[in-house]
Protein backbone atom coordinates (compact mmCIF):
# COMPACT_ATOMS: atom_id res chain seq x y z
CA UNK A 1 0.00 0.00 0.00
CA UNK A 2 2.87 2.23 -0.26
CA UNK A 3 3.14 4.86 -2.59
CA UNK A 4 6.18 5.55 -5.10
CA UNK A 5 6.46 9.43 -3.08
CA UNK A 6 7.71 7.64 0.29
CA UNK A 7 8.91 4.21 -1.44
CA UNK A 8 12.77 5.70 -1.84
CA UNK A 9 12.98 6.72 1.60
CA UNK A 10 11.39 3.83 2.97
CA UNK A 11 13.60 1.36 1.19
CA UNK A 12 16.84 3.25 2.20
CA UNK A 13 15.20 2.91 5.98
CA UNK A 14 14.80 -0.73 5.28
CA UNK A 15 17.80 -1.47 3.88
CA UNK A 16 19.59 0.28 6.81
CA UNK A 17 17.71 -1.73 9.67
CA UNK A 18 18.47 -5.02 7.91
CA UNK A 19 21.89 -4.31 7.70
CA UNK A 20 22.06 -4.38 11.57
CA UNK A 21 19.88 -7.34 12.07
CA UNK A 22 20.46 -11.35 11.90
CA UNK A 23 18.31 -12.87 9.58
CA UNK A 24 16.98 -16.49 9.79
CA UNK A 25 19.01 -18.70 12.02
CA UNK A 26 21.62 -15.81 12.77
CA UNK A 27 22.09 -16.70 16.23
CA UNK A 28 21.44 -20.47 15.13
CA UNK A 29 24.60 -23.21 15.63
CA UNK A 30 24.10 -27.19 13.85
CA UNK A 31 21.61 -28.67 16.31
CA UNK A 32 21.69 -26.19 18.70
CA UNK A 33 19.14 -23.27 19.81
CA UNK A 34 16.90 -21.51 16.86
CA UNK A 35 16.18 -17.61 16.82
CA UNK A 36 13.08 -17.29 15.08
CA UNK A 37 12.97 -13.82 13.66
CA UNK A 38 9.70 -12.21 13.09
CA UNK A 39 8.20 -9.11 11.57
CA UNK A 40 4.43 -8.41 12.20
CA UNK A 41 2.49 -4.79 12.24
CA UNK A 42 1.05 -4.81 15.64
CA UNK A 43 2.16 -1.77 17.18
CA UNK A 44 0.04 -1.66 19.92
CA UNK A 45 -1.73 -2.98 22.92
CA UNK A 46 -3.33 -5.28 23.42
CA UNK A 47 -1.94 -7.06 19.99
CA UNK A 48 1.18 -6.60 20.32
CA UNK A 49 1.38 -7.80 24.15
CA UNK A 50 -0.22 -10.88 22.86
CA UNK A 51 1.82 -11.70 19.93
CA UNK A 52 5.03 -11.56 22.97
CA UNK A 53 2.80 -13.53 25.26
CA UNK A 54 2.31 -16.05 22.12
CA UNK A 55 5.85 -16.26 21.45
CA UNK A 56 6.97 -16.90 25.39
CA UNK A 57 4.34 -20.01 25.66
CA UNK A 58 5.82 -21.48 22.46
CA UNK A 59 9.30 -21.26 23.71
CA UNK A 60 7.93 -22.43 27.00
CA UNK A 61 7.27 -25.36 25.37
CA UNK A 62 10.57 -25.27 22.87
CA UNK A 63 12.85 -24.63 25.20
CA UNK A 64 15.49 -24.24 21.85
CA UNK A 65 13.33 -22.21 19.93
CA UNK A 66 13.52 -18.43 21.19
CA UNK A 67 12.34 -15.16 19.01
CA UNK A 68 13.61 -11.94 17.56
CA UNK A 69 10.58 -9.80 17.18
CA UNK A 70 10.42 -6.21 15.38
CA UNK A 71 6.97 -4.89 14.92
CA UNK A 72 6.67 -2.47 12.33
CA UNK A 73 3.56 -0.23 11.37
CA UNK A 74 1.61 -1.41 8.39
CA UNK A 75 2.38 1.56 6.37
CA UNK A 76 6.03 0.80 6.66
CA UNK A 77 5.97 -3.00 6.94
CA UNK A 78 4.55 -3.39 2.92
CA UNK A 79 8.38 -2.08 1.86
CA UNK A 80 10.22 -3.40 4.82
CA UNK A 81 8.81 -7.18 3.56
CA UNK A 82 9.90 -6.14 0.16
CA UNK A 83 13.20 -5.19 0.75
CA UNK A 84 13.72 -8.18 3.42
CA UNK A 85 12.78 -10.87 1.28
CA UNK A 86 15.59 -9.77 -1.41
CA UNK A 87 18.11 -9.18 0.71
CA UNK A 88 20.71 -11.75 2.14
CA UNK A 89 19.15 -11.52 5.60
CA UNK A 90 15.07 -12.00 5.51
CA UNK A 91 12.74 -12.90 8.11
CA UNK A 92 11.88 -16.37 8.93
CA UNK A 93 8.48 -15.32 9.81
CA UNK A 94 6.69 -11.97 8.01
CA UNK A 95 3.33 -10.81 8.12
CA UNK A 96 1.22 -11.79 5.16
CA UNK A 97 -2.21 -10.62 3.40
CA UNK A 98 -2.46 -13.40 0.75
CA UNK A 99 -3.58 -12.95 -2.87
CA UNK A 100 -2.10 -12.34 -5.55
CA UNK A 101 0.93 -10.24 -3.79
CA UNK A 102 1.69 -14.07 -2.21
CA UNK A 103 1.60 -14.94 -5.37
CA UNK A 104 4.40 -12.27 -6.51
CA UNK A 105 6.33 -13.80 -3.77
CA UNK A 106 5.78 -17.12 -4.45
CA UNK A 107 7.32 -16.44 -8.07
CA UNK A 108 10.60 -15.30 -7.44
CA UNK A 109 10.96 -18.36 -4.95
CA UNK A 110 11.02 -16.50 -1.71
CA UNK A 111 8.40 -17.98 0.31
CA UNK A 112 8.65 -21.25 1.91
CA UNK A 113 5.60 -24.32 0.84
CA UNK A 114 4.57 -25.23 4.57
CA UNK A 115 1.95 -27.73 2.60
CA UNK A 116 3.24 -30.79 4.51
CA UNK A 117 3.88 -29.51 7.69
CA UNK A 118 0.80 -27.71 8.41
CA UNK A 119 -2.15 -29.61 5.96
CA UNK A 120 -4.03 -31.03 9.11
CA UNK A 121 -4.46 -27.01 10.21
CA UNK A 122 -5.36 -25.56 7.06
CA UNK A 123 -7.63 -28.63 6.57
CA UNK A 124 -9.86 -27.29 9.51
CA UNK A 125 -9.75 -23.60 8.34
CA UNK A 126 -11.35 -24.67 5.22
CA UNK A 127 -11.87 -21.68 2.69
CA UNK A 128 -10.36 -19.12 5.21
CA UNK A 129 -6.80 -20.91 4.22
CA UNK A 130 -7.56 -20.25 0.34
CA UNK A 131 -6.37 -16.72 0.24
CA UNK A 132 -2.22 -17.90 1.67
CA UNK A 133 -2.52 -20.67 -1.32
CA UNK A 134 -1.13 -20.71 -4.56
CA UNK A 135 -1.49 -23.31 -7.26
CA UNK A 136 -2.79 -25.42 -4.41
CA UNK A 137 -0.33 -25.40 -1.98
CA UNK A 138 -0.09 -23.43 1.22
CA UNK A 139 2.15 -20.49 1.73
CA UNK A 140 1.17 -19.39 4.84
CA UNK A 141 -1.73 -19.19 7.17
CA UNK A 142 -4.31 -16.76 8.89
CA UNK A 143 -4.90 -16.03 12.28
CA UNK A 144 -7.43 -12.91 11.52
CA UNK A 145 -9.66 -13.11 8.55
CA UNK A 146 -12.45 -10.23 7.87
CA UNK A 147 -14.62 -7.43 6.33
CA UNK A 148 -14.51 -3.96 5.80
CA UNK A 149 -17.16 -1.89 6.79
CA UNK A 150 -18.63 1.29 8.76
CA UNK A 151 -17.22 1.92 12.06
CA UNK A 152 -19.78 4.79 13.77
CA UNK A 153 -20.53 6.70 16.96
CA UNK A 154 -23.47 5.90 17.75
CA UNK A 155 -23.93 9.47 20.02
CA UNK A 156 -22.67 11.77 17.44
CA UNK A 157 -25.36 9.88 14.68
CA UNK A 158 -28.11 11.06 17.44
CA UNK A 159 -26.79 14.31 17.78
CA UNK A 160 -27.25 14.82 14.19
CA UNK A 161 -30.74 13.57 14.21
CA UNK A 162 -29.70 9.81 12.26
CA UNK A 163 -32.10 7.40 13.66
CA UNK A 164 -30.34 4.10 11.90
CA UNK A 165 -27.19 3.04 10.04
CA UNK A 166 -27.67 3.94 6.47
CA UNK A 167 -28.34 0.99 4.29
CA UNK A 168 -28.14 2.78 0.88
CA UNK A 169 -25.81 5.41 -0.70
CA UNK A 170 -28.70 7.57 -1.08
CA UNK A 171 -29.34 7.38 2.88
CA UNK A 172 -25.15 7.97 3.37
CA UNK A 173 -25.54 11.34 1.59
CA UNK A 174 -28.46 11.87 3.53
CA UNK A 175 -26.20 10.83 6.64
CA UNK A 176 -23.21 13.33 5.38
CA UNK A 177 -25.52 16.09 4.96
CA UNK A 178 -27.00 16.14 8.69
CA UNK A 179 -23.52 15.44 10.47
CA UNK A 180 -22.79 18.38 8.52
CA UNK A 181 -25.20 20.59 9.57
CA UNK A 182 -25.09 19.65 13.20
CA UNK A 183 -21.22 20.35 13.05
CA UNK A 184 -19.83 16.77 12.89
CA UNK A 185 -17.08 15.86 10.64
CA UNK A 186 -18.89 13.13 8.82
CA UNK A 187 -16.20 10.84 7.56
CA UNK A 188 -12.42 10.54 9.13
CA UNK A 189 -10.23 9.32 6.10
CA UNK A 190 -6.25 8.46 6.88
CA UNK A 191 -5.20 9.27 3.31
CA UNK A 192 -1.67 10.36 4.02
CA UNK A 193 -1.54 6.54 4.52
CA UNK A 194 -3.19 6.37 0.86
CA UNK A 195 -4.48 2.57 1.63
CA UNK A 196 -7.89 3.61 2.93
CA UNK A 197 -8.66 5.54 -0.18
CA UNK A 198 -8.51 2.39 -2.20
CA UNK A 199 -11.33 0.65 0.45
CA UNK A 200 -14.36 2.91 -0.89
CA UNK A 201 -13.27 2.38 -4.88
CA UNK A 202 -13.39 -1.47 -4.13
CA UNK A 203 -16.27 -1.67 -2.03
CA UNK A 204 -17.63 0.82 -4.57
CA UNK A 205 -16.94 -2.13 -7.16
CA UNK A 206 -17.74 -5.35 -5.04
CA UNK A 207 -21.64 -3.47 -4.78
CA UNK A 208 -21.40 -2.73 -8.31
CA UNK A 209 -20.01 -5.87 -9.83
CA UNK A 210 -21.37 -9.43 -9.58
CA UNK A 211 -19.39 -11.96 -7.78
CA UNK A 212 -19.12 -13.89 -11.65
CA UNK A 213 -17.11 -10.66 -12.87
CA UNK A 214 -14.88 -9.84 -9.89
CA UNK A 215 -13.84 -13.60 -10.05
CA UNK A 216 -12.85 -13.13 -14.02
CA UNK A 217 -11.22 -9.97 -13.32
CA UNK A 218 -8.90 -11.97 -10.53
CA UNK A 219 -7.92 -14.11 -13.17
CA UNK A 220 -7.86 -12.29 -16.70
CA UNK A 221 -7.09 -8.82 -15.50
CA UNK A 222 -9.80 -7.65 -17.28
CA UNK A 223 -11.54 -4.35 -16.55
CA UNK A 224 -14.00 -4.00 -19.41
CA UNK A 225 -17.22 -4.34 -17.56
CA UNK A 226 -19.07 -1.33 -16.96
CA UNK A 227 -19.76 -1.99 -13.37
CA UNK A 228 -15.82 -0.68 -12.39
CA UNK A 229 -17.06 2.54 -14.39
CA UNK A 230 -19.98 3.02 -12.69
CA UNK A 231 -17.73 2.49 -9.39
CA UNK A 232 -15.50 5.04 -10.05
CA UNK A 233 -18.33 7.59 -10.82
CA UNK A 234 -19.41 6.59 -7.50
CA UNK A 235 -17.02 7.44 -6.02
CA UNK A 236 -16.80 10.96 -7.60
CA UNK A 237 -19.94 11.47 -6.26
CA UNK A 238 -18.96 10.68 -2.75
CA UNK A 239 -15.71 12.78 -2.49
CA UNK A 240 -17.80 15.54 -4.44
CA UNK A 241 -20.05 15.98 -1.46
CA UNK A 242 -17.10 16.73 0.97
CA UNK A 243 -17.99 13.59 3.75
CA UNK A 244 -14.21 14.07 5.18
CA UNK A 245 -12.56 15.68 8.23
CA UNK A 246 -10.28 18.65 7.64
CA UNK A 247 -6.87 17.95 6.14
CA UNK A 248 -7.74 14.40 5.56
CA UNK A 249 -4.90 14.44 2.96
CA UNK A 250 -2.52 14.29 5.61
CA UNK A 251 -3.95 12.86 8.19
CA UNK A 252 -2.65 9.13 9.23
CA UNK A 253 -4.70 6.15 9.58
CA UNK A 254 -3.86 4.60 13.07
CA UNK A 255 -1.07 6.48 14.67
CA UNK A 256 -1.62 8.76 17.52
CA UNK A 257 -5.19 10.68 18.54
CA UNK A 258 -5.24 12.90 15.71
CA UNK A 259 -5.08 9.89 13.30
CA UNK A 260 -8.63 8.99 11.28
CA UNK A 261 -9.16 5.84 13.95
CA UNK A 262 -8.46 8.51 16.67
CA UNK A 263 -10.84 11.13 15.30
CA UNK A 264 -12.96 8.59 15.90
CA UNK A 265 -11.91 7.39 19.33
CA UNK A 266 -12.07 11.00 20.25
CA UNK A 267 -15.65 11.88 19.05
CA UNK A 268 -13.88 14.65 16.17
CA UNK A 269 -15.89 12.75 13.62
CA UNK A 270 -18.72 9.97 12.93
CA UNK A 271 -17.83 7.29 10.89
CA UNK A 272 -14.41 5.56 9.46
CA UNK A 273 -14.44 3.35 6.41
CA UNK A 274 -12.33 0.27 7.95
CA UNK A 275 -11.34 -3.36 8.40
CA UNK A 276 -12.52 -5.75 10.90
CA UNK A 277 -9.25 -4.67 13.01
CA UNK A 278 -10.24 -1.05 13.38
CA UNK A 279 -12.54 -1.48 16.58
CA UNK A 280 -9.09 -2.55 18.63
CA UNK A 281 -7.06 0.53 17.52
CA UNK A 282 -10.03 2.93 18.32
CA UNK A 283 -9.79 1.82 21.93
CA UNK A 284 -6.24 2.07 22.12
CA UNK A 285 -6.36 5.52 21.16
CA UNK A 286 -9.14 6.36 23.18
CA UNK A 287 -8.44 9.42 26.17
CA UNK A 288 -8.02 6.34 29.12
CA UNK A 289 -7.39 3.39 26.43
CA UNK A 290 -10.39 1.52 27.33
CA UNK A 291 -13.28 0.35 24.90
CA UNK A 292 -16.30 2.76 23.89
CA UNK A 293 -19.02 0.35 24.86
CA UNK A 294 -22.47 1.64 23.02
CA UNK A 295 -20.70 5.06 21.84
CA UNK A 296 -19.38 2.99 19.09
CA UNK A 297 -21.26 0.62 16.36
CA UNK A 298 -20.24 -1.22 13.16
CA UNK A 299 -22.42 -1.43 9.80
CA UNK A 300 -21.89 -2.81 6.47
CA UNK A 301 -21.47 -0.94 3.15
CA UNK A 302 -24.70 0.59 2.22
CA UNK A 303 -25.92 -0.60 -1.17
CA UNK A 304 -25.63 0.80 -4.83
CA UNK A 305 -27.87 1.87 -7.39
CA UNK A 306 -28.34 -0.81 -9.97
CA UNK A 307 -25.64 -2.82 -7.96
CA UNK A 308 -24.93 -6.65 -9.86
CA UNK A 309 -23.63 -8.30 -6.22
CA UNK A 310 -25.53 -9.82 -3.21
CA UNK A 311 -26.95 -7.95 -0.89
CA UNK A 312 -24.36 -9.62 1.76
CA UNK A 313 -21.51 -10.00 -0.47
CA UNK A 314 -18.60 -8.62 1.55
CA UNK A 315 -15.44 -6.90 0.63
CA UNK A 316 -12.06 -7.36 2.87
CA UNK A 317 -9.15 -9.63 3.67
CA UNK A 318 -6.97 -11.42 6.33
CA UNK A 319 -4.37 -11.06 8.21
CA UNK A 320 -1.97 -14.11 8.44
CA UNK A 321 2.00 -15.07 8.34
CA UNK A 322 4.22 -16.81 5.92
CA UNK A 323 8.00 -18.19 6.60
CA UNK A 324 10.70 -16.91 4.14
CA UNK A 325 11.97 -19.83 1.63
CA UNK A 326 15.62 -20.37 3.91
CA UNK A 327 13.36 -20.17 7.26
CA UNK A 328 13.66 -23.34 9.59
CA UNK A 329 10.90 -26.17 10.34
CA UNK A 330 10.04 -23.99 14.15
CA UNK A 331 8.74 -21.57 11.64
CA UNK A 332 5.88 -24.01 10.06
CA UNK A 333 5.02 -25.26 13.40
CA UNK A 334 4.76 -22.01 15.23
CA UNK A 335 2.30 -20.65 12.77
CA UNK A 336 0.40 -24.00 13.73
CA UNK A 337 0.28 -23.19 17.07
CA UNK A 338 -1.27 -19.79 16.80
CA UNK A 339 -3.90 -21.70 15.12
CA UNK A 340 -4.31 -23.82 18.09
CA UNK A 341 -8.01 -23.62 19.61
CA UNK A 342 -6.37 -22.14 22.80
CA UNK A 343 -4.52 -19.91 20.87
CA UNK A 344 -7.27 -18.25 18.97
CA UNK A 345 -9.75 -18.04 21.91
CA UNK A 346 -7.17 -16.11 23.74
CA UNK A 347 -6.74 -14.07 20.22
CA UNK A 348 -10.43 -13.53 20.22
CA UNK A 349 -10.80 -12.16 23.53
CA UNK A 350 -8.89 -9.48 22.81
CA UNK A 351 -11.78 -8.09 20.59
CA UNK A 352 -9.54 -6.77 18.24
CA UNK A 353 -9.91 -9.19 15.20
CA UNK A 354 -11.98 -12.15 13.90
CA UNK A 355 -10.68 -15.41 14.49
CA UNK A 356 -10.73 -18.10 11.85
CA UNK A 357 -9.96 -21.42 14.11
CA UNK A 358 -13.58 -23.42 14.18
CA UNK A 359 -14.42 -23.27 18.01
CA UNK A 360 -12.70 -20.24 18.61
CA UNK A 361 -15.77 -17.33 17.31
CA UNK A 362 -17.42 -17.34 20.91
CA UNK A 363 -14.34 -16.53 22.09
CA UNK A 364 -15.27 -12.22 20.77
CA UNK A 365 -17.34 -10.99 23.60
CA UNK A 366 -17.25 -7.60 22.23
CA UNK A 367 -21.41 -7.13 20.76
CA UNK A 368 -19.53 -4.67 17.47
CA UNK A 369 -16.92 -7.20 17.05
CA UNK A 370 -19.54 -10.02 17.56
CA UNK A 371 -21.45 -7.98 15.06
CA UNK A 372 -18.91 -8.44 12.01
CA UNK A 373 -18.25 -11.43 12.84
CA UNK A 374 -21.76 -12.60 12.06
CA UNK A 375 -21.48 -10.55 8.84
CA UNK A 376 -18.60 -11.95 7.44
CA UNK A 377 -20.51 -15.56 8.44
CA UNK A 378 -23.26 -14.26 6.47
CA UNK A 379 -21.65 -13.84 3.79
CA UNK A 380 -22.01 -15.51 0.36
CA UNK A 381 -18.96 -14.04 -1.47
CA UNK A 382 -15.93 -12.31 -0.26
CA UNK A 383 -14.18 -9.72 -2.30
CA UNK A 384 -10.26 -9.64 -1.36
CA UNK A 385 -8.79 -6.21 -1.40
CA UNK A 386 -7.80 -5.44 -4.88
CA UNK A 387 -4.01 -4.62 -4.16
CA UNK A 388 -4.23 -8.09 -2.85
CA UNK A 389 -6.30 -10.04 -4.75
CA UNK A 390 -4.18 -8.40 -8.13
CA UNK A 391 -0.73 -9.19 -8.91
CA UNK A 392 1.07 -6.29 -6.88
CA UNK A 393 1.95 -3.99 -10.15
CA UNK A 394 -1.66 -4.14 -11.26
CA UNK A 395 -3.12 -3.52 -7.41
CA UNK A 396 -0.01 -1.15 -7.04
CA UNK A 397 -0.76 0.62 -10.04
CA UNK A 398 -4.87 0.54 -9.37
CA UNK A 399 -4.29 1.87 -5.93
CA UNK A 400 -2.27 5.31 -7.14
CA UNK A 401 -5.18 6.35 -9.20
CA UNK A 402 -7.53 5.70 -6.75
CA UNK A 403 -5.30 8.02 -4.66
CA UNK A 404 -5.52 10.55 -7.54
CA UNK A 405 -8.73 10.74 -7.61
CA UNK A 406 -8.70 11.93 -4.03
CA UNK A 407 -6.46 14.37 -4.37
CA UNK A 408 -8.71 15.55 -7.47
CA UNK A 409 -6.11 14.79 -9.84
CA UNK A 410 -7.87 11.19 -11.53
CA UNK A 411 -11.35 10.21 -13.12
CA UNK A 412 -13.24 7.01 -13.37
CA UNK A 413 -11.77 6.58 -16.91
CA UNK A 414 -8.03 6.64 -15.56
CA UNK A 415 -8.48 4.58 -12.83
CA UNK A 416 -9.70 1.84 -15.01
CA UNK A 417 -6.99 2.65 -18.01
CA UNK A 418 -4.28 2.53 -15.14
CA UNK A 419 -5.03 -0.94 -13.95
CA UNK A 420 -5.13 -2.06 -17.74
CA UNK A 421 -2.45 -0.92 -18.41
CA UNK A 422 -0.64 -2.32 -15.78
CA UNK A 423 -2.06 -5.59 -16.74
CA UNK A 424 -0.97 -5.64 -19.89
CA UNK A 425 2.66 -5.31 -19.09
CA UNK A 426 2.32 -8.41 -16.45
Not at 246 to 259: I, K, M, R, V, Y
Not at 376 to 381: D, V
Not at 386 to 395: E, Y
Request: charge should be negative.
Amino acid sequence: MLRPTRAAALVTAALLTLSACGGPGAADAPGGPTVLTWWHNATQEPLKGYFQAAADRYTAAHPDVTFRIEAVENQAMQTKIQVGLQSNDPPDIFQQWGGGDLATQVGSGKVQDITDATSAVATTLGGSAAGWQVGGRQYGLPYSVGVVGFWYRPDLFAKAGITAPPATMDELMTAIGRLKAAGIAPIALGSKDKWPDAFYWGFLATRQCSAATLQKTTKDLTFDDPCYLRAGQDLQRLIAAQPFQEGFLGTPAQQGAASSAGLIANGKAAMELQGHWDGGIITGLTPDAKPLGDKLGWFPFPSVPGGQSAPDTTFGGGDGFSCSAAAPPACADFLKFLLSPAEQRMFGALNVGLPVAPGSESSVTDPTVAGVLKARGASSFTQLYFDKALPTAVGGALNDEIVNMFVGKSSPEKIIQAATDAAANQ
